[in-house]
């Protein structure tokens, strides 16, 4: 791994391309017409400014971004702080940490940003969504470019643990070389598919085990808040008109 590679230098070229950028001019065509989008546009990327490619230790996928309000911003299964209800999917992931992590004490709040800043990439497939309507942008283009990412991750880092629950993201697992990397595979943490064999998975632990095998430093699950505005938007400047 290129201790000096970033998301800015793999990323340069994909941005040119028409596809995303038809991508962000029909979002921001949509945003003009009054159409509530989530997350917010300064948090669309905010998995990438939080998580830099060097530091990817884990990758968690998600499927799309939670469609209602104050709840998306940019990482996978996470809410933001002021959020008043922690989503059942993420409900059940505490419970699994509780069950599998000794010294896991379950917060009162679905803010993971403190998991992206130790290296886990939580990565939707799909970055935007439609209030009250999910899965509303599976079809502009999202899925290519997180398969990029995804694959400039399996080229460009060494033994990252990727974690895929469910069958959607158990389909992006032949993106990943399995001699190089680790895949861990169970049901989804919803509530319709916990019982499938994501509860006792001990996902957690088996990704500290692995983690600290390769030298690295294990993930802290607890999670604790800090400032997300304290992110450096210029990290990784994604946008249709530079």
């Avoid at 497939?125 to 398969?147: P, Q």
């Avoid at 993201?169 to 943490?189: C, E, F, M």
């Amino acid at each position: 791994m290129n201790k000096f590679l970033t998301w800015r230098d793999v990323l340069a070229e994909e941005k040119k391309k028409s596809y995303f950028i038809n991508i962000l001019k029909l979002i921001a065509k949509k945003r003009s017409l009054g159409i509530k989008i989530y997350p917010e546009q300064r948090d669309v990327f905010n998995a990438f400014r939080i998580t830099e490619l060097k530091d990817v230790k884990v990758v968690i996928l998600g499927q799309d971004p939670y469609c209602k309000p104050k709840q998306a911003h940019g990482l996978a299964f996470s809410v933001l702080p002021e959020s008043k209800k922690i989503p059942l999917s993420l409900q059940n992931i505490y419970k699994e940490l509780i069950q599998d992590i000794h010294d896991f004490n379950q917060p009162k709040h679905g803010c993971l940003d403190s998991w992206a800043k130790q290296g886990i990439l939580l990565l939707n497939t799909i970055l935007t969504v439609e209030e009250g309507k999910s899965f509303s942008h599976a079809k502009l283009g999202w899925e290519k470019f997180t398969d990029n990412v995804i694959n400039i991750i399996n080229q460009n880092c060494d033994k990252v643990v990727f974690l895929l629950w469910g069958a959607y993201a158990q389909n992006k697992g032949n993106l990943v070389d399995i001699n190089r990397h680790y895949v861990l595979k169970t049901s989804h943490p919803s509530p319709r598919s916990a019982h499938l064999g994501f509860f006792g998975c001990k996902h957690f632990s088996q990704t500290n085990n692995l983690l600290i095998t390769d030298g690295k430093d294990p993930i802290q699950w607890n999670p604790t808040l800090f400032n997300i505005n304290s992110i450096h938007h210029n990290q990784i400047n994604i946008s249709c008109d530079e």
